[in-house]
């Protein structure tokens, strides 16, 4: 429809001005002058020369019959024609020479001189020769319009074409013949060009429509930039298109993309030609590419679907002399709407937030260097990037133009911070994945939410709404999701483990600041993810550096292993875990080793196994002994596990298991699932329980229970935690009530993260709700497998230089006595009930 309004109003503008220019025409004379030094000429000659022997139209001038005329600078001719309609046998050619090597050259807008009003209403050519040094760029710039390159054969339906060539030392390089109605807005080239523009004698075009400006060198024949301001094509060509592009050159297109849109490229028609040395290829940048610049041969399916700006290079080679052959190329750009994917925009509302940031970004997949179209995340349909990070306090509209959106995913991160505990105990935080972010059409990889807490006065306590499973060797996590759970620390990070839904994990209580981690594994994470939610709450600080609480409800066995797994449980640290038995049932106790491995350099590693209600407590050390065999514990028990400060590379690491049997089942059937050894041993333990003496432990309050994490290195690396953002915002940390600001007493903290950790290690002096077991003095070596432990306990032990690794007992009533700092709110501790 426009174009046949366009094409209309070229008929009717050239009708018009048929008429306007009768006036002048034939017998009408006209005088053209150039002035002195203005490095014009003028020809008027016969535009089929030789022809017609006999002319049937002769130009006029003092009264001769001429059939072409020469007007140089500096001289002035008045002219008339023989004929009424001189248009059909002539044309004037309007040289000018622009000569930058010699002096200055006239850079700016290029004006129509002599203007087309002095001029026969011929059809007419301005041409302007521009030499200039090897080392200079010479930039056209055309106005709107634009121009379009057409081909061979191809004609411009106004009659006003561009041709414009270049140089190569003595050698004219045609770049191409332009319409005025397209996408070329700027061509670059070096050592001089050749711009002829044509205008047919009733075309009213009083303005050449461009202007040259100075760049530095382009280092290569010419650049050609397109800018497409809608949906379109262009079709473009190799240098002397259809004939050979010149030998070992290199060319370059530029394409400017609306950020909406898409690029494709097609070649229509090329040849290659015979390369000696090099070989003949194009050159792609594209956007959001990672193997820049992406080469291609001209035989190859080139790029489509890429969105952003982009340029193509098309690089010749040193031909064969004997037989060169030709390399040519006539391509096209198509750019237009996605295809394949929704224009959908999403809304994510982050005004509400103020610790919250969330990064869209490419997942990382081994890229080869094949062709990867572009796959653009963009803010307002606008601005298009492959990793966009929205940041809290603002409302985000947001929409992709990628082909395949599992190409993306989606990584968050919050921050929780409590700095008063008054204040935050009194309510549980919901871990819970914004609806905005699980709307998106794009995999949520990671939501962590960074918890804080001061320094020695809070700890964590994460409540699963389904009971989690740690995943392990011997039974991994098939879930759509699960938390990794990593305590922080200035000094060093615990990597708790990787948890799922859907086990026996009650709570993970963990002594500082921590990284919870949700990060899914399978697209149908989404219902998942509204069934598990985690709470967290803010308790009063404990010594151990985490603290399991597991209730079996299943014949299945429970995996459960020690934090950091592969890499080892941490210098003299400590980790419980409260396995609770059900009143009906008997667990059984089994590690997965006969021994530790474990080599201390300093301090003691060793293992504690305490039943809750009689308090009876089973001590092994856990360098030279072998681990316990499997026991039964027909109450709730707690096993803790404490570090020395092992040799490296001899590392405490423990996997052990719990399963359940009907306390009904007849001791045979247990023998029997178990095997003879065990029977002696349960026997053993039976003789030993009734030898024992039931421990008086009223006053022996706090010792610290720890659920420890364990670490599986299965699925999710441990490294992956590290990917902290370095962006300005995730280091603000906001704190959960939106009314109270801490962030100036966070900067501070900021420091201590370069300390080294001085600490020693001071385990189990917290004063703790009530019963994880007691370790054994210091110096209590425990050399023979079992040990209860009510004999010598010592509360105050002996504390020595060499042995920082120090136990107390503390009694409850005596809380806070020598540890001022630690019992914020020591009655708030879990305290288990006595029996
Ligand atoms: C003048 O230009 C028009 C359009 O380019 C063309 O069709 C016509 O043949 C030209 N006339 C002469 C005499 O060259
Ligand atoms: C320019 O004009 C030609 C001839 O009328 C037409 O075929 C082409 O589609 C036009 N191009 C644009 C970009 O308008
Ligand atoms: C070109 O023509 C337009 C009208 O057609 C006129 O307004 C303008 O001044 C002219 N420009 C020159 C440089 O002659
Ligand atoms: C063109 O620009 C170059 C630097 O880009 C400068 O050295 C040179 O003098 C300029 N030439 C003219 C004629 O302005
Ligand atoms: C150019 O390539 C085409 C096929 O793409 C082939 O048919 C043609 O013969 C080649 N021309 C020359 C001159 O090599
Ligand atoms: C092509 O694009 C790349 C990346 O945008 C840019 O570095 C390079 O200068 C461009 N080359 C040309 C000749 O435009
Ligand atoms: C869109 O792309 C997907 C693959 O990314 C393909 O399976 C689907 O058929 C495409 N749809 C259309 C309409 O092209
Ligand atoms: C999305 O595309 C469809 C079809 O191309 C169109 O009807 C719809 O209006 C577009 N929606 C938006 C929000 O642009
Ligand atoms: C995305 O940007 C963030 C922050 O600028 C950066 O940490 C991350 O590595 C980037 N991701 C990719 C895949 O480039
Ligand atoms: C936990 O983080 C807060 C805030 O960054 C800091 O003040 C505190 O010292 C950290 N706690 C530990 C044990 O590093
Ligand atoms: C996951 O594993 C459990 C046993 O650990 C099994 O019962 C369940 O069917 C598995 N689910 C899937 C989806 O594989
Ligand atoms: C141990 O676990 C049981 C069962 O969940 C719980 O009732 C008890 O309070 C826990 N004890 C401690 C000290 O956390």
């Known amino acids: 429809m426009a174009r046949r309004t366009c094409r209309v109003s070229v008929v009717l503008l050239g009708a018009l001005l048929l008429g306007a220019a009768r006036l002048l025409r034939g017998t009408e004379a006209s005088e053209i002058a150039l002035p002195q030094g203005s490095g014009i000429t003028v020809r008027i000659r016969l ?25 140089k600078p500096g001289e002035r001719k008045s002219i008339t024609f023989s004929c009424s309609n001189p248009e059909k046998y002539f044309v004037l050619e309007i040289e000018k020479n622009i000569d930058c090597m010699s002096g200055p050259c006239p850079f700016g807008e290029v004006k129509l001189q002599p ?4 001029l026969p209403t011929l059809n007419r050519t301005f041409i302007w020769d521009v030499r200039a040094h090897k080392s200079i760029g010479l930039e056209l710039q055309f106005s709107a319009p634009r121009l379009r390159q057409i081909g061979p054969g191809e004609s411009c339906t106004d009659g006003v074409t561009h041709s414009i060539s270049g140089r190569i030392d003595a050698t004219e390089v045609k770049i191409g013949i332009f319409c005025s109605n397209g996408t070329v807005s700027r061509i670059k080239m070096q050592e001089g060009v050749k711009m002829a523009l044509h205008l ?15 760049r530095s060198s382009i280092k290569r024949l010419c650049i050609i930039e397109s800018v497409f301001e809608g949906e379109g094509s262009a079709t473009l060509m190799s240098a002397n298109y259809p004939g050979g592009f010149p030998e070992d050159e290199l060319m370059t297109w530029q394409f400017i993309i609306p950020a909406h849109l898409r690029a494709s490229v097609s070649f229509l028609n090329f040849n290659v030609s015979n390369c000696e040395r090099k070989e003949e290829r194009v050159e792609y940048y594209i956007p959001g590419s990672t193997t820049n610049p992406e080469v291609f041969k001209l035989e190859d399916k080139q790029p ?73 995340v963009c803010l307002e349909s606008r601005i298009c990037s492959t990793n966009v990070t929205l940041t809290a306090g603002s409302k985000h509209k947001i929409s992709f133009l990628c082909d395949d959106l599992t190409r993306l995913w989606v990584n968050a991160e919050k921050t929780l911070s409590c700095l008063d505990y008054g204040y935050c105990s009194r309510k549980p935080y919901l871990l819970q994945v914004p609806a905005d972010i699980l709307q998106l059409p794009i995999q949520l990889h990671d939501f962590s939410w960074k918890l804080l807490v001061p320094k020695d006065r809070l700890s964590l306590r994460l409540v699963p709404a389904q009971k989690l499973q740690q995943h392990t060797h011997e039974r991994a996590c098939n879930t759509s999701l699960g938390y990794r759970v990593l305590s922080t620390s200035p000094s060093q990070d615990l990597y708790f483990g990787s948890f799922c839904p859907g086990g026996s994990i009650e709570q993970i209580q963990v002594k500082q600041n921590a990284t919870v981690t949700l990060r899914t594994f399978a697209p149908n994470f989404q219902q998942e993810v509204s069934r598990q939610v985690l709470t967290v709450f803010f308790i009063p600080y404990f010594k151990e550096e985490g603290i399991f609480t597991v209730t079996p409800d299943t014949k299945n066995k429970i995996y459960l292993r020690t934090p950091n797994w592969d890499r080892g449980l941490p210098a003299l640290s400590s980790v419980s875990w409260n396995i609770s038995v059900p009143s009906d049932q008997v667990a059984c106790l089994t590690f997965f080793k006969e021994r530790t491995g474990v080599v201390c350099q300093s301090g003691r590693a060793f293992m504690i196994i305490q039943e809750q209600r009689t308090r009876m407590e089973e001590i092994f050390s856990l360098e030279e002994e072998v681990l316990p065999k499997p026991s039964f514990h027909r109450h709730s028990f707690w096993v803790n596990i404490s570090n020395c400060s092992p040799v ?75 990917k902290g953002r370095k962006d300005n915002d995730s280091h603000v940390y906001a704190v959960i009530d939106d009314t109270m600001v801490y962030g100036h007493l966070l900067e501070d903290s900021g420091q201590s993260f370069l300390q080294p950790e001085v600490d020693t290690y001071r385990p189990f002096q917290g004063a703790m709700g009530d019963c994880p077991p007691s370790p054994p003095p210091i110096f209590f070596r425990t050399p023979t497998a079992k040990f209860a432990a009510d004999e010598p306990a010592p509360s105050s032990p002996p504390e020595s230089e060499n042995e920082p690794y120090t136990f107390s007992h503390p009694n409850k009533g005596e809380v806070g006595n020598r540890e001022t700092d630690i019992p914020l709110l020591n009655t708030q501790g879990p305290v288990e009930p006595e029996e």
């Open 47 to 71: 535009a089929s020369p030789g022809l017609p022997s006999k002319p049937s139209c002769y130009i006029i001038m003092a009264r001769q019959h001429v059939i072409e005329l020469l007007v």
């Open 115 to 118: 203007s087309t009003s002095e």
């Open 200 to 214: 047919p004698w009733f075309h009213p075009r009083n303005v050449s429509g461009f202007s040259i400006a100075n």
């Open 304 to 376: 489509g679907n890429m969105a952003g700006n982009f340029n193509l290079s098309l690089q010749g080679c040193d031909q064969d002399a004997q037989s060169p052959g030709i390399l040519r190329l006539q391509f096209q750009v198509l750019v237009q709407r996605p295809q394949n994917e929704s224009n959908k925009t999403y809304m994510i509302d982050l005004s509400q937030e103020r610790t919250m940031s969330l990064t869209i970004e490419p997942r990382q997949t081994k890229q080869g260097r094949r062709f990867v179209p572009g796959c653009f």
């Open 648 to 722: 490296s590379g001899k590392q405490l690491d423990l996997l052990f298991w719990v399963t359940l049997t009907p306390r009904t089942v007849d001791l045979a059937v247990i023998i029997g699932a178990v095997g003879g050894g065990a029977l002696l041993l349960f026997a053993l333990g039976l003789i030993i329980c009734f030898v024992k003496k039931r421990k008086k432990k009223v006053n022996k309050g706090p010792a610290v229970g720890i659920y420890n994490g364990n670490i599986n290195t299965q699925i999710p690396q441990p490294q992956k935690f590290q």
